[in-house]
C-alpha cells in the first residue's frame, strides 16, 4: 500500500518568515498574499495537502539548506517516489511510479516537457519550495500521464527587512557564495521586493569534469488600488561545464562480464563544454471581486540557450568489450547550439458559493502557451582521430585532440502550441462528505522539421477528473480518485511518424491522518494506471540515428507511505516508501532500470537543552535495477543506500555553521541505467558559513 505524506511544516515557516506586526493591518491584501502563498496542488483550487484526494510531497526551504540541496536534483532526492536519473553529466531525467515525470511548473505554470530531460542544474536558492503531486495530473496541466507534476514555488518578498549571507566549500575544492535579501519599499509594506544570488564553482569526482553556475532572482510585488496585487520578477542563470560526458560508460564485455571502473572513470575528452543559459520573467495580477471570489492572471516568459562540444563513446561493434582489454569503444564527436523561447498566460476566477446551506469552492479558467525550438550543429572533420576506433578503456582525457567543426547549420525547429480551459468545484455532500469534480478540455499542436523531417500534428482531449473524500474524524480523512491520462509523445516509429499521444485512466486510494496535534501527517495510498500506447525503445534505429519505438500498453501498481512532519518539539521526520508493479506488452515485467522498491528517510533535530546545536540525518535506498546495453548484455546494479548527514551551530543569534557529509559511507554504485550511466559520487563534505540580518 502506498503511503503519503505530506507535511504542514512549509506552510508553518512560512508563517514564520511572513507574519504581518499589528502595525501593518492596513495592508491586508499583500499580506495576505505573502504570509499564505500557498499552491492549488492538485486540483487548482484552494485546498490544503490533507483535504486534496492525490498524493502531494513538498520538499522546503529548510529542508533544501539543512541538507545542502543547491540544485533540482539534489532538492528532488529528498521527496518521496521521485527517481532522479542522471545519466549523462548533464542530462537528467525525472520519474515517479515507474514513468518519465513530463510536466514541470514554475508557480502552477507550465507546459509539457517534450521528453522530460532536463538539461544541466538548476539552482534552487531561488524557490520556497518543491512540490511534487504523484499520478496523473491532467486537470492542472492540461496533459498529463502517470507519473506526476513537479512544481517549483518561487521565494516572494516578505513584510519586514530580512536578509542573508553564506559562503561555503568542500570536496573537489567547490566554493559557493549566496545572499538573499527582502525589504518593504513603503512604510505600510503595501509595496516590497526582493534579490537572490548564487555563485557556485567546483571540479568533480569525475575526471576532467569541472562545473560553474551563477544565479539571480529579483521580484517586486505590491498592492494596486483597494483590490488589486501586482507581482513582477525574473531570473537569470548561466551554467558552465567542462569535460562533459556525453553518454556514459559502456559496462559489459562481450563474454558477459561486468567491469567494475575505477569510480572517476569518464568517457570524455579535456576540450568537451556544455554551457546553457536560463532567462524567465513573470508578472502576475490579482483583484479581489468581493469578499469571496478573485481574479488571477498570470504571464510567463522563458529563453533558454545552449552551445556544446561532446564526444560519445559507445560500442563500436554492438558486442560488448573485448574482455580484459578495455578496447572495443569507437568515438564520435558533435557541436551545437541551441535555442528556445516560452510564452505562457493564463486567467482564473475562483473563489466561495453556498449551496446546500455550506460554502462550497470553484474555479475556472483559461491559458494560452506556445513555445519555439530551434537547433543547430556543428560537424567535426571526418580526419580527425576522434572518429574511430580508441584506446583502451579508461583512456587519458587528453588521449584525443580537438577536431577543427564545420560552420553552424539548423537542423530542427519545434513548434508548440497549448490551449486548453479548465474548471472544477469542491461540493461539501455533508459536513464529512465531499465531491470534487473538474474537467480540462486541451487542444495541443506542433509543426516543424527535423533534418528532412516535417511534421504538422493537432490533437485535442477532454480530461475528467473526480475525487471524493469522507472525514472520518477531525483528524482522519479517506479519499478515492480518478484522473484521466493523455500525453502527446514525441518519439518516432518505423515510418519516422510521431507515435499517437498515450492514452489512459489513473487511480488512487488512501488514507491521510494528522497526530501529534496536527504536527504529523501520514498518508498510505494505493494506485493504478493503466497508460495505452506508451512509446517503449525497440532497440532499432532509423537512418538518422534516432532510437525507434513502439506503443506499448504499461500498467503501473502500487502503493506509497510517506510521514512528515514534527515528532516532538525538537525532531522532525520524513519517511516515504513506495513498492510498485510494472507490466507490459502480455502482462510481462517491464522498463527494470526502473526500481520495485524504494524508500527515503529525514530525520533532522535541535539537541534538547541547547538549541543552537542542530543534527539531521537523510537516506535513500532502493531495489535492484537492471537493463540491456546496445550489445544486448544485461547490465545490474544491486540494492544500495546512500547517506548523508549534516551538523549546525548557531553560535551566534544570527550566524551559523553548518557541516554536510554526502554518502557518508561512501558507497559505490552505477546512479542509473535508464539510457546510460556512471558512477555516483563518493563521500564528500561541505563546510557553511552563514550570517543573517
Known sequence: MAVVLAAPAASVLAGESGEPAA??????????????????????LDLEIKDTPQSISVVSSELMRQFGANSVNDALRLATGVRVDEWETNRTSYSARGF?????????????????????????????????????NGLLTGVGNAAGTINYVRKRPTNHAQGMFGLSYGSWSTMRAEADYSTPFTADATWAGRVVAAHEDGDSWLRANSNQRDFVYGVVDGQVGENGTLAIGYSYQRAKSDGIMWGALVFMDSDGTQNEWPRDATTTQDWTWWNTTNHTAFVEYTHRLGDAWQLKAAYNYRRATGDERMFYAYDGQGTGLEPGTGLGLVGYPWGGDDESTAHLGQVSLDGTFELFGREQQAMVGV????????????????????????????????AIPEPAWSERSQYSLLNQRLARAFGATRISLTERLNLIVGANHARYRRDGWSYDLGFDQTTSHTSPY???????????????????????????????????????????????????DQRLLTTVAVFKADQQGLATPTGQYNQYGQSIY????????????????RLTDNLD????YTALKLDGLNGDDTYPWVPRRSANLVLSARAPGYAPLSYGIGGRWQSEVSNVESSGLRVRQDSYAVVNAFMAWDFLDNASLRLNV??????????????????GAPANYSVTLDWRF
Open 23 to 44: 502595525t501593518e493591518l492596513d495592508a491586508v491584501l499583500v499580506v495576505a498574499q505573502r504570509a499564505s502563498r500557498v499552491s492549488n496542488g492538485a486540483t487548482n
Open 100 to 136: 518519465d515525470i513530463l510536466n514541470t511548473q514554475i508557480d502552477g505554470v507550465g507546459m509539457p516537457n517534450s521528453w522530460g530531460i532536463a538539461t544541466g542544474a538548476m539552482d534552487t536558492f531561488g524557490y520556497e519550495k518543491v512540490e511534487v503531486i504523484r499520478g496523473a
Open 573 to 576: 521526520l520524513v519517511l516515504g
Open 662 to 679: 554526502n554518502n557518508a559511507f561512501n558507497e559505490k554504485y552505477i546512479n542509473t541505467l535508464r539510457y546510460s550511466g556512471y558512477y
Open 367 to 398: 491559458s494560452l502557451s506556445r513555445s519555439e525550438a530551434i537547433n543547430h550543429e556543428r560537424t567535426a572533420d571526418f580526419s580527425s582521430p576522434a572518429w574511430g576506433p580508441l584506446p583502451p578503456f579508461p583512456y587519458p582525457t587528453e
Open 466 to 516: 473526480a475525487g471524493l473524500t469522507f472525514d472520518f474524524s477531525d483528524h482522519v480523512l479517506g479519499y478515492v480518485s480518478y484522473s484521466d491520462i493523455y500525453q502527446p509523445q514525441d518519439q518516432v516509429d518505423a515510418n519516422d511518424r510521431y507515435l499517437d499521444p498515450s492514452k489512459g485512466v489513473n487511480y488512487e486510494a488512501g488514507i491521510k491522518a494528522e497526530w501529534l
Open 550 to 565: 513502439a506503443p506499448v500498453d504499461v500498467e503501473a501498481r502500487g502503493i506509497e507511505l510517506e510521514a512528515v512532519g
